[in-house]
């Protein structure tokens, strides 16, 4: 009885054993050692190889062929898997590599599973990373189809020489599109906004409220005509650019008119300075006519003052309506319907659903089809039967 039962243990394990065992061995002939090389640009260095995304058999056999591949490379000096991250099922390429930066290694491999038109996951893609977030390197790869060598490998660049002023960080290279997971694309190109509110410490009523729209995860402003701009609507950025227009020549005149008027009261009051009418006067006429020239300079300089003061409060008037003006051809309300229609366009074009995950495409429902032929001959008829099935 108990070699009946070991019998048929090995009989049924067989049949899954070899199937897993082809499978793996279909991965190990897709990544080759002399292929895999071409696509690492930097000498020997220490490598930490990521699985990212739902965990399946074949991810975890595509990952075993992969490392068996960049460790007889020559590339690699050190091959790290990603048990010490932890899970990374739904984390995003800038979270595993800013999560693997702190171990002992130089670049970091993402390794994704993307399925084909039958949903089996037979479509690799890798994206080499450094430490800091920028892309080295990307490829892809079908199961069971060798890895083509890369036609020209990309040169290493030279060390720069230290200089003495603070080194400005250099903007991080976006990974290619076809390297790119969808739903990585839609966290860093999509539309929100954030919210600021400015309360009253006493009485604890709003004063103020705005909202910013920004692009991505990452929330990289969207000012100024930016944001009309990003969603493709010309028309609004032609109203946003006249009314600043406006807006600035307002506030040119304003400020030019305040200057001008203080300038005129300041001139015209100098220029029409009293005399002294009890110095070297002999007569009571020259001091009587003293007394009438020094009324109308004292009328000429109110008048010069008052002008000044008129120039200058009207400067004052354009100037507060300048800054009033607000540039914005719609309202935050309008602004966010717009968002939401870019938003779902970028989802239709990076064929993901209303909740942002992938779309698997739907199988073809198989159908059957009948037509009924008569048939005539000289001992008879009938009918015909044909069918596809």
Known sequence: MRALLLTLTLLLSAPVSSALAAEDSTWSATFSAESLATWLDAPPARYLLVPAGAESPALTQAEQALATALRASGKASLVMDAQALGPVTRSDDATIVQRGAGFPVDRVLVLRLFPDASGEQTQAVVTVYDTTGQTRGAFSATRGTALEPRTQAAPEPAPSKPVPSMPTPSKPVPPSAPSMDPVEQYEQQYIGFDEFIAVNAGTHAVVSQ????????????????????????????????????????????????????????????????????????????????????????????????????????????????????????????????????????????????????????????????????????????????????
Request: overall charge positive.
């Open 210 to 389: 705005h909202t910013v729209p920004y692009e991505g995860k990452f929330k990289k402003p969207l000012r100024g005509d930016t944001f009309y701009q990003k969603v493709g609507r010309a028309d609004l950025v032609e109203a946003y650019q006249g009314k600043m227009t406006l807006k600035t020549v307002l506030g040119v005149v304003g400020v030019g008119a305040i200057a001008g008027g203080i300038v005129a009261g300041v001139t015209g009051a100098n220029a029409n300075q009293s005399e002294d009418c009890f110095a070297d006067r002999g007569y009571f006429e020259d001091t009587s006519a003293c007394f009438d020239r020094n009324w109308e300079r004292a009328d000429r300089r109110r008048e010069a003052f008052l002008t000044g003061f008129g120039i200058s409060a009207a400067g004052i008037g354009v100037l507060i309506a300048a800054i009033f003006i607000n540039p914005h051809p719609v309202t935050p309300s309008e602004a966010r319907e717009l968002a939401d229609g870019y938003n779902k366009k970028l989802r239709s074009d990076l064929g993901l659903s209303d909740d942002g995950k992938p779309v698997t495409p739907a199988r073809a429902p198989s159908s059957i089809q009948a037509r009924f032929s008569p048939v005539f001959r000289a001992d008879g008829g009938g009918l015909l039967l044909s069918g596809t099935f």
